[in-house]
């Protein structure tokens, strides 16, 4: 087996894993609780801020993509992001919609490559920011989940910095593209603000989803653990995003003093309120067809653009 296949069904199993540890331990209660706890009320809150920040992301993408020659609208943009949204909800690893995303994009612009490194820019940016509003929010959260993020996010950060660096002409490529698009001049403050307004939007969701499952924690305890559960949601070893996101809900619900279970039942709310949300993605699957194609075929063509550029 490769070892691109073994990853491929590592992603899915890791989410599975965790899954199962919790419910082992916490019970199946948590998880039917927080399908019940969804009400109607919340759903309609949950699909108007995700509208918004479907927009923020579809904007910044559309930014970040006219910066490597491949432009896309905001309104192509808002329909792609939710499309993505809605397979990223629905398949396993939980990026496969921006796989969809990026490839699309690439064949529409006709260069493969910067289509894919376009929402690869995307996604990383959005990412960051998350991290940092975390960091920035990590002497909120209780001892000793506080060093934990901290360590964590300079562990990243470090892992950043290594990847930028690369030798044999990779660090350098990275680099030049990061100051054309994310890190240009009047660029990243924008990039900054709607990753962040997009993230604002998650955090908003999640205390929704907490009140309506019966947690009255205040807020300024929900929101720093909100940040570190779905920075944990981010990770790729999920089920359609369940797993890691369950799994870190209740490490930080029960290290605050709220209960794992507590933690788990949020995490479940809030799941089902962000699948809800994306099914206006259905309106954009229905609007054109997107052939599969293999992982060569965009290779190669990918190849072929960077050539053509040379």
Known sequence: MSRTTLWAWARPLGGVLVLVVVAVRLGGGPFLDGVRAASPAAVVLALAVTAGTTW?????????????????GVGAAYRACYRSQLLNSVLPGGVLGDVDRAVQHGRDAGAVGRGLRS??????????????????????????????????????????VVIVLLPAGVGPAVRRELRRAPAAAGVWPRVVGLSALAAGGHVVVFVVAAR????????TQLVPLALVVLVAAALPLNVAGWGPREGAAAAVFAAAGLGGAAGVEVAVTF???????????????????????????????SRGEEAARV
């Open 119 to 160: 929402v690869l820019w995307d996604r990383v940016s959005g990412q960051v920011a998350q991290v940092a509003m975390t960091v920035a929010a990590a002497p909120l959260l209780p001892a000793p989940l506080d060093a934990i993020v901290l360590w964590s996010s300079l562990a990243a950060a470090g892992f950043g």
């Open 56 to 72: 923020c992301c579809a904007a910044r993408w559309s930014l970040l993509a006219e910066r490597l020659d491949v432009p896309v």
């Open 212 to 219: 309506a499952s019966g947690v009255d924690a205040p807020v």
């Open 271 to 301: 799941g089902v309120l962000s699948f809800v949300a994306t099914l206006p993605g259905l309106l954009a699957l229905g609007g054109r067809a997107t052939r599969p194609r293999s992982v060569t075929m965009v290779v190669s063509e």
